[in-house]
């Protein structure tokens, strides 16, 4: 289906005239060799496949219903878009933080561990968010990418933006439809996030019910966090659809291709 085009029914927020600001729908005409689906940090922390959550540390999607979400959202949204995207032929990436370069010795890593100087007030306040010696005793040290939603074949696993850039531009996409963790962090301002990647040309769409943001107890009923991120996302760096709109236009395209 190289010369087959997606037509997707999307939206963003439009902010000015900011007296009369809302959403837009607009149909993105993307041809799917020049389209990627994104993995953003899948992380299996409290999934069957990984280590369990620890009450004792505040990592990962942070506390237990988000981390629950996000187990629901990978198993019944991520990874039925990664296998609708397969099915048409368009590229699947996935992107994951360098710390688990430790679970993943195959791939390239910058990081040099942390700082060998931090200041004690900042040490308080990270132990104090997230536990104390999190990066080494929380379930943080042993968390591989998601197995439900881990690379097929040969479908690039990378943890930095450059090198995600150098594997869409050898293969001519231009244009990247997001799904993964968190809403109102990493999906937009990490390596291979939203904000790195239209600094470098893309065309970013995040699929709404494909990701949840790290939601405490008293935000979670309400989405505050990923509603939040949600809003940056549509409004400042690209557009919004959902999977049964992706879903919608792949049925659509395989309608017109029989």
């Known amino acids: ?30 041809p799917v060799d020049k ?18 959550e620890d009450n004792d540390y ?16 990978m198993a019944e949204v991520i990874r039925p878009a990664m296998d609708l995207a397969r099915s ?16 993943y ?24 968010a997230h536990g104390v010696d999190y990066m080494e005793r929380s379930p943080l040290a042993k968390m591989r990418r998601a197995e439900i939603v881990s690379p097929v074949g040969d479908e690039p696993l990378v943890f930095y933006s ?21 809403a109102d962090m990493c999906l937009l301002g990490a390596e291979g996030g939203a904000r790195q990647m239209l600094a470098r040309g893309y065309r970013c769409v995040v699929m709404r019910d494909a990701t949840v943001g790290v939601e405490s107890p ?5 989405r505050l966090a990923t509603n939040y991120g949600l809003h940056i996302f549509e409004w400042s760096l690209g557009y919004g659809c959902s999977f049964a709109q992706f879903k919608t236009a792949i049925e659509k395209l395989n309608g017109e291709q029989t």
């Not at 994951?96 to 679970?103: F, I, V």
């Not at 008293?218 to 309400?222: A, G, H, K, S």
């Open 162 to 182: 450059d090198v995600l850039d150098e594997y869409l531009r050898s293969h001519d996409v231009d244009t990247l439809i997001y799904t993964g963790f968190a």
């Open 58 to 73: 505040c990592v990962g999607m942070g506390w237990p219903q988000a981390t629950e979400e996000a187990g629901r959202i």
């Open 88 to 103: 048409i032929g368009m590229a699947v990436c996935h992107v994951e933080t360098d710390w688990m370069d430790r679970q």
């Open 35 to 52: 389209t990627a689906l994104v993995g953003m940090h899948c992380w299996n922390i409290g999934c069957p496949d990984g280590p369990p």
């Open 218 to 222: 008293d935000t979670f009923p309400q």
């Open 1 to 30: 289906m190289s010369e087959a085009t997606l037509q997707l029914s999307a939206r963003y927020y439009r902010s000015v005239p900011t007296d009369r600001a809302g959403y837009e729908e607009v149909t993105l005409s993307l």
């Open 105 to 128: 010795t195959s791939i390239a890593s910058r990081r040099e561990g942390e700082p060998a100087s931090i200041h004690p007030r900042q040490r308080e306040m990270l132990e104090r």
